[in-house]
């Protein structure tokens, strides 16, 4: 069983920054996985993708957050990471980590992300 863990969520003022990790329970990074990221879901809306890395390293950032947030994986420690600068407030929302090595996605609990204007 997969088990994804998220950590580092929080409040922080508009143009602050965070980190996000993502802890997976198995090792993932021997190139087993398909893909792996972040998503994340406001109040009212669906969940959309924030960005993802790729087998094979091709990284996919949604257009509100280029320039602003950065992937990177540790294949050492099984994590993900989301960096998060010049935050703004319609990036709150709870994001997911995700991960899928060739069947059903697998996702964590969520970690809550609140910037205030």
């Known amino acids: 069983q997969v088990q994804l863990v998220e950590s580092g969520g929080g409040l922080v003022q508009a143009g602050g920054s965070l980190r996000l990790s993502c802890a997976a329970s198995?090792?993932?990074?021997?190139?087993?996985?398909?893909?792996m990221g972040w998503y994340r879901q406001a109040p009212g809306k669906q969940r959309e993708l924030v960005a993802t890395?790729?087998?094979?390293?091709?990284?996919n950032y949604a257009d509100s957050v280029k320039g602003r947030f950065t992937i990177s994986r540790d294949n050492a420690k099984n994590t993900v990471t989301l960096q998060m600068n010049t935050l703004k407030p319609e990036d709150t929302a709870v994001y997911y980590c995700?991960?899928?090595?060739?069947?059903?996605?697998?996702w964590g609990p969520g970690t809550q992300v609140t910037v205030s204007s």
């Open positions: 890395i790729i087998r094979g390293g091709t990284i």
């Open positions: 198995v090792s993932i990074f021997s190139g087993a996985a398909i893909a």
């Open positions: 995700m991960l899928n090595l060739g069947g059903p996605d697998y």
